[in-house]
């Protein structure tokens, strides 16, 4: 692996295994072709209708993608975090088409950005950089087909309880809205304030403004164990 070990592509063999399978020239154009970038948390990194230029590879941070529909109705469909890129930029590199999405920073991000030129010669010319670019989107299209599951089949309490209990922070809540919940679920924000009022009656949780608190994880979880 002929990466210069200053600088982020000291990081790409660790963060980005495949990539250490270029050959030396390829690695080299990657390395001198790619620039760091330092996003600030809340940053749109790009919108619905926006022309895609530039590949994004995460080194550290996390970024939200998701969609809204012409009602308003939004969800989140997945996000990118360290080690990871986005198939939806992907998917308009290689298809030169708008971005049908749009994408939040969560946290600071710290990325390596390349653009649509090299991108498109390095997927030309290198099979290891083709397999990095495929193997990451077929992952990302796995989790977006079970998501379209969830959404189309999946039972919204089950769902809220299983976001609940995984997303606790260490005093056992979530600082979160209602509405934000609506949107990580794919679902209307009065449906999420009726489950959660339900889960309060039952001892779930307890509510306040801009904060959940659960309390009795172990029940949320078995909701889904006891389900038909």
């Not at 390095?122 to 299209?141: E, P, Q």
Request: glycine share 8%.
């Amino acid at each position: 692996m002929t990466f210069d070990r200053t600088g982020w592509a000291a990081e790409i063999p660790a963060l980005f295994p495949t990539l250490a399978k270029l050959d030396p020239d390829q690695a080299a154009h990657l390395a001198n072709a790619g620039r760091r970038v330092n996003v600030p948390r809340g940053t749109v990194l790009f919108r619905a209708g926006d022309r895609c230029h530039t590949f994004l590879m995460v080194l550290d941070g996390a970024v939200r993608v998701q969609m809204a529909s012409e009602n308003g109705r939004e969800i989140v469909l997945y996000r990118v975090g360290r080690g990871e890129t986005c198939i939806v930029t992907t998917a308009c590199l290689l298809t030169d088409k708008p971005y049908s999405a749009e994408a939040v920073a969560e946290t600071d991000i710290d990325a390596v950005a390349l653009a649509a030129g090299p991108f498109h010669d390095l997927v030309a010319r290198s099979a290891a950089f083709r397999d990095f670019v495929f193997a990451s989107f077929g992952n990302r299209l796995t989790g977006m087909m079970m998501l379209i599951e969830e959404v189309a089949f999946g039972r919204v309490d089950l769902r809220l309880a299983r976001f609940l209990a995984d997303r606790r922070d260490g005093t056992g809540g979530l600082d979160t809205t209602h509405q934000a919940l609506a949107v990580e679920l794919g679902t209307a924000r009065e449906v999420v304030s009726r489950q959660l009022k339900e889960f309060e009656r039952r001892g779930f949780v307890a509510l306040s403004r801009g904060r959940i608190q659960v309390l009795d994880p172990a029940a949320l979880q078995d909701l889904e164990k006891g389900a038909p």
